[in-house]
Structure formats: C-alpha cells, structure tokens
C-alpha cells in the first residue's frame, strides 16, 4: 500500500507539470506569437517601404496578410516544439526584431559607407 500511495503522489506531479506546461504554451502561443506577429509584420512593412520602395500602403497590406500566415504558423509552433524554453526565446527574438528596426540606422543614411 505504501507504493501505492508514492506512486499517486508521482502521478500527482507528473499531471501539475503536464497541466503548467501545456498553459504556458497556450499563454506563449497567444501572446507571445501575437507579439511578435505585430513586430514581424511592422519590420516586414518597414522592409518594403525603406529598401525596396513600394508604396507604403502596399506595404502595410501586404505585412498584414502576411501577419495572418505567420501568427497561425507560430501559434501551431508552440504546440508542436518540444522545448519550451525554445519556443519562449524565438518569440523573445522574433518580437525584438522590429526594435532592432527602429533602433537601427534612418533610412536616409547609408548602411555601409566607402572608405574614400
């Protein structure tokens, strides 16, 4: 009887761990995929406007039909990656993407200067 009752206690756990993991995988897919959907999209609107020169209307509706595709395919990300930790640091970098734009050099000055 004594195994019985470590063995329910260990069932016990393994469900709580089970149960937390799957919410912040839910919570991560959600919000996390929704961040950084919205800074992928901002930076890919960015990137059509600066570099290439489309019209920045364009460039807004095409970064935002694009967001639909990349938040479904993160929010599907989240439940088939098996690291946790993964999943949080690639939406982390993901979302930090469009800082990095923003950040960046103005759009007038040139990326890489001649040595002249």
Avoid: N
Avoid at 14 to 40: E, K, P
């Amino acid at each position: 009887m004594h195994s019985a009752a470590k063995q329910g206690r260990q069932q016990h756990q393994m469900d709580w761990r089970h149960h937390a993991s799957l919410a912040l995988r839910v919570l991560a897919g959600i919000g996390g995929g929704f961040a950084c959907t919205v800074a992928l999209a901002s930076a890919s609107a960015r990137l059509l406007v600066q570099p290439i020169g489309l019209a920045s209307h364009e460039a807004v509706l095409i970064a935002c039909m694009l967001g639909f595709v990349i938040y479904l395919g993160l929010l599907l990300w989240a439940f088939v990656e098996p690291r946790l930790w993964r999943l949080c640091l690639l939406l982390l970098l993901g979302s930090a993407s469009d800082l990095a734009l923003q950040l960046g050099p103005p759009a007038s000055l040139p990326l890489i200067t001649g040595a002249g």
